[in-house]
């Protein structure tokens, strides 16, 4: 298998958002952020939810890690499998750089809300869960443990979404993409309203509260893997019988 | 060398004449090399197959040799081969289609050899 | 050493594609791949390159099958109409590239014949024009050294100059790799005298695999008046004819006859192009 070479692409394609993304949080932060509160006495500044901020890049990210490696791994000969197996690996590993990166940020971002009173920087991570001893290494490195899955399932959600399109023609594409929002922004809370009783959402809200809002992680952990291992499947399932289309 | 593939027969022959042609007028001299397989190929963009194939029936009639690692060079004595060869060629390539063509055009026996004398006078005087 | 392609069926809905299609391309040698638009050309090189998947047969490269095998993947190249590169990559990193994917790949002689051609590596692909979109691919096809080398429509968009230089550069590389080339295109009397074996396909059934040489031996033109052409080919295997006013040209497959006028007939040789139209007519 020419994994070695496959992967050293995948990784490089993933480099450059990597970097833009990382810089910009940092600069923003740095230049927008820090130095005119902490310098210059410029009013209040809450930052949070960077977890959030890498989920959604890292969801983006997923979503176009399809198409163009698709077609130049039929170029170069690469199989699908070979492919599939480069970009788990690859999503895993920026997964993990993400979750290590984010949770240093948040951690210095601590330490300058401490030096401050003005500056509040805090992860969504330690805002939902284990209030208490929250400077212990063991609590950071679980926080990334975790982060990593939720990562994972994100990108993983996005290069899904990304393969299942390429395969569907345009008629699929278009009563998906207006189909499903159509459906969940409005014909199932109508149907709710009116038939169920408000049930649906009622389950929405218990299984939300049951993932997020408890002090315990794991339900977030467990639905993260159990959400990981469906979407590997139904995208491999999808990507094996890709074809070049005309 | 030059060769124009409007020709019927088919390529390596061709090339083979035009290698003959070349030797027989003296621009590929006896012992000096020829080109090889790859810049006569290049050259009229034709397979090299094609170009080895015409270039093996000029060694097959001694004509040209292999120098290892060398090259194709002209055999000595391939001048006098190649005329022999075509004197013996002649009536099949010219004899024939002349009589062919004056009899399609009603020349008699006669007329033809007087044609033919001239031609002889004519180049003599050149 | 040879890619075999076996019994290879390709439908799309109704439509047959390929139809049992079964050829072998041997090493060290230069296909012309000839077929009409939509007869299966491309769909046949998709196939074997993993692009697609056949419905029926399989395709083997050198004794591996090639469907899903980066192996056996690794020794072919495909040179296709369509871009499969990203385009906002400079030629010089997908030449790069390249040669990670396909170690044998000569970067130096890359670059000579982008210099050759005009071709400024620092250019996205994006920003390039079909010809020149052509010229990178066709280039990195010359350079890539894989024992098989498939081109689809290789001189697409380029101009005379360039067509001539790419066939200049095909053979001197051709002589020198040995590699087997593949070439599958329209402009067929200008491939006519590169290519070794010709392999004709008409809607998704080869009709014609055969060397240049026994094709264009057996294969000839009898022009003249049309009663006299009619009785001539009345016992001749014809392919087509054509007619203006009284005069007629037959052609006809069959052992090139020795005598090149017969009793107010002209014999001539029949082109590639001319042969094949005929064979493709419907």
Redesign the interface.
């Known amino acids: ?2 994994i070695k ?1 496959t992967l ?2 995948q990784i490089n394609d993933y480099m450059k958002t990597l970097i833009i993304y990382y810089l910009s949080i940092i600069g923003i932060t740095i230049f927008f952020g820090i130095i005119p509160v902490f310098f210059k006495g410029a009013g209040y500044l809450t930052l949070g939810g960077f977890e959030f901020l890498t989920s959604v890049m890292l969801f983006v990210l997923g979503l176009f890690s399809f198409k ?1 490696m698709f ?2 791994m ?9 492919m599939f197996i480069g970009r788990l690996i690859t999503m895993s590993a920026v997964s993990i750089v993400a979750s290590i990166i984010d949770r240093l940020i948040i951690n210095v971002g601590k330490i300058i809300s401490k030096a401050n009173d003005k500056i509040v920087i805090a992860g969504i991570y330690d805002m939902m869960f284990e209030q208490r001893n929250q400077k212990s290494l063991l609590y950071n490195l679980k926080a990334i443990f975790i982060t990593i899955f939720l990562y994972m399932a994100v990108i993983l959600f996005g290069y899904f979404i990304a393969a299942i399109f390429y395969r569907m023609n345009r008629a699929a594409k278009l009563a998906v993409a207006v189909g499903v929002p159509a459906f969940l922004l409005v014909v199932l809370p109508i149907l709710d309203y009116t038939v169920f009783n408000g049930k649906v959402f009622l389950l929405i809200n218990n299984f939300l509260n049951f993932v997020f809002a408890g002090d315990n992680p794991y339900n977030l952990l467990i639905t993260c893997l159990l959400f990981i291992a469906a979407v590997v499947c139904l995208s491999w399932v999808v990507i094996r ?1 890709a ?2 289309k ?1 | 060398m030059l060769i124009n593939f409007d020709d019927e027969r088919p390529i390596f022959i061709q090339i083979a004449e035009g290698l003959e042609d070349a030797i027989l007028s003296g621009a590929f001299e006896e012992e000096s090399q020829i080109p090889s397989i790859t810049e006569i190929s290049v050259n009229y963009r034709i397979n090299p197959a094609t170009a080895l194939k015409g270039i093996n029936i000029l060694v097959d009639e001694g004509i040209v040799y292999k120098k290892r690692g060398i090259g194709m060079f002209v055999a000595t004595g391939a001048v006098e081969k190649l005329k022999q060869k075509r004197k013996e060629q002649f009536y099949d390539n010219f004899i024939k289609k002349l009589v062919e063509e004056a009899r399609r055009l009603n020349i008699s026996k006669n007329e033809a050899i007087n044609m033919l004398e001239r031609g002889f006078e004519d180049e003599h005087r050149n | 050493m040879s890619i075999e392609i076996k019994d290879v069926t390709k439908n799309y809905g109704t439509t047959c594609a390929l139809d049992k299609v079964s050829v072998t391309f041997e090493n060290n040698t230069i296909y012309g791949l000839l077929g009409r638009n939509g007869a299966g050309k491309t769909t046949l090189l998709n196939v074997i390159t993993n692009r697609i998947f056949s419905d029926a047969g399989e395709v083997l490269i050198d004794g591996i099958p090639a469907r899903e095998n980066d192996e056996a993947l690794r020794k072919v190249y495909m040179m296709s109409e369509k871009n499969y590169y990203p385009e906002n990559i400079k030629i010089k990193d997908i030449f790069r590239w390249t040669g990670e994917f396909y170690p044998d790949f000569d970067f130096e002689y890359a670059c000579s014949l982008a210099d050759a051609f005009e071709l400024h590596l620092n250019k996205n692909v994006k920003s390039l024009s079909t010809g020149y979109n052509s010229i990178f691919k066709a280039i990195i096809a010359l350079s890539v050294n894989t024992p098989y080398v498939l081109l689809d429509e290789p001189v697409l968009g380029l101009d005379a100059n360039h067509r001539d230089m790419f066939y200049r550069f095909l053979i001197e590389r051709y002589s020198e790799t040995q590699s087997t080339f593949v070439i599958s295109t329209h402009l067929i009397e200008e491939i006519s005298n590169l290519i070794e074996q010709i392999i004709i396909i008409k809607k998704g059934k080869i009709i014609k695999n055969e060397s240049r040489e026994e094709l264009m031996t057996y294969g000839y033109t009898v022009s003249g008046k049309a009663s006299l052409v009619d009785e001539y080919i009345s016992d001749k295997y014809v392919i087509g004819v054509d007619s203006i006013g009284g005069l007629k040209s037959a052609y006809v497959m069959g052992q090139l006859p020795k005598e090149k006028t017969l009793e107010g007939l002209e014999i001539t040789k029949i082109d590639l192009q001319k042969l094949f139209i005929k064979l493709t007519d419907n």
Do not use: C, F
């Open positions: 298998m020419r070479t050293k692409y163009e077609l130049m039929l170029q170069n000969g690469i199989s699908r499998k070979t019988k074809v070049d005309k």
